[in-house]
């Protein structure tokens, strides 16, 4: 048999003996252990002394030892009764911290994000930026709109920690927040032949259109209100990757529309240039979805904290420059 395997198998079998057992009766003897009392003991943990004495006796017929005997007024350890403590000790102490730090976060190495390319170049910058104030952070980003999953379900699955999408989730388990808004714009390469600075939309609709490729909830809902705008456009070239579609338009005469922090970053070094509209193009808004029970986490909550805290300086911020 395979060594993984094998050890595998063992694992597992190891789990099934531990299901059978009542790992609470382990804290329950720890908690009479120290106070050397069966009534302290119960006052310790909330509990009745009936239910204390109750679970020493199962405990007394697991490890068949009486692991206590009277001394005097009070109760002394025999010696497989230290031995167990001996033994518990070490590992309670380890589980104790472990839970500290899960607490604490200083065990939560790995923060997933499930997001779409539409924020993965400049937007998620705020969401990294937060997150990297915690110490020891790696993080993992996904496109969300190649996912076969949903944002649903990739937090009720425990795949993401946070899920950016482009509708609101609406779940009594998953809190949910405007991120922001993205901005688009209508590109084509610098030495289009038709295209001039401003056309008109009869112009432009007697060219060929990129289109982003994707089922996930909204894009499709953004598509439709652009078919509405751009009634009967013809696509010519769809792909997943905005990237691609990027490239397509700087070295062919396809005309595509793009989020316009994408385009000042790629216009000088791919030669686009902006074709003038005399419409507004649809906003892309984007939400920030997670788990409720996620806020039991510390540095989750503080993280939360910060991207609303630096969501409102923006926002001030903005404010302020148009007053």
């Given amino acids: 048999m395979d060594a993984g395997k094998w050890e595998q198998e063992l694992h597992m079998a190891n789990l099934y003996d531990l299901k059978k057992f009542d790992l609470n009766l382990l804290v329950i003897f720890e908690c009479i252990y120290e106070n050397l009392s069966i009534s302290k003991a119960a006052e310790t943990l ?12 199962r405990l007394r017929l697991q490890f068949n030892d009486p692991l206590f005997v009277r001394a005097g007024k009070g109760i002394s350890p025999t010696i497989v009764g230290i031995n167990l403590h001996h033994h518990l000790g070490k ?5 104790e911290q472990i839970i500290n730090i899960m607490n604490a976060s200083e065990l939560k190495n790995k923060f997933v994000i499930y997001g779409p390319q539409l924020i993965s170049t400049f937007n998620v910058t705020r969401l990294i930026t ?4 915690e110490a020891s952070v790696e993080i993992e980003y996904h496109d969300i709109l190649t996912s076969t999953e949903t944002g649903e379900e990739l937090l ?11 509708l609101p989730m609406i779940n009594r388990s998953v809190l949910c927040m405007p991120f922001q808004s993205i901005s688009n714009v209508l590109v084509c390469r610098n030495n289009h032949p038709r295209m001039k600075n401003e056309c008109s939309l009869d112009d432009i609709l007697k060219e060929e259109f990129t289109m982003l490729m994707s089922e996930a909830p909204g894009l499709d809902e953004y598509q439709s209100r652009m078919d509405k705008i ?3 456009r013809k696509i010519a070239f769809r792909s997943q990757s905005l990237t691609s579609i990027i490239n397509i338009i700087a070295e062919t005469d396809i005309i595509g529309i793009i989020p316009q922090k994408l385009y000042k ?3 000088s070094i791919l030669n686009l240039r902006e074709i003038k509209i005399d419409y507004t193009l649809p906003l892309m808004r984007l939400y ?6 996620s806020l039991y986490n510390k540095a989750f909550s503080n993280f939360i904290t910060r991207i609303a805290d630096e969501k409102q300086s923006s926002q001030k911020s903005i ?5």
């Fill in 46 to 57: 909330y509990i009745t002394p009936s239910a204390v004495s109750q679970s020493l006796q």
């Fill in 91 to 95: 590992n309670l102490d380890g589980l």
């Fill in 130 to 133: 937060c997150l990297r104030e």
């Fill in 156 to 166: 009720a699955h425990r795949k993401a920690d946070l899920v950016v999408t482009m």
């Fill in 230 to 232: 751009m009634v009967n």
């Fill in 265 to 267: 970053i790629y216009r």
């Fill in 288 to 293: 920030i979805s997670y788990n409720k029970s």
């Fill in 319 to 323: 404010h302020s420059t148009n007053n």
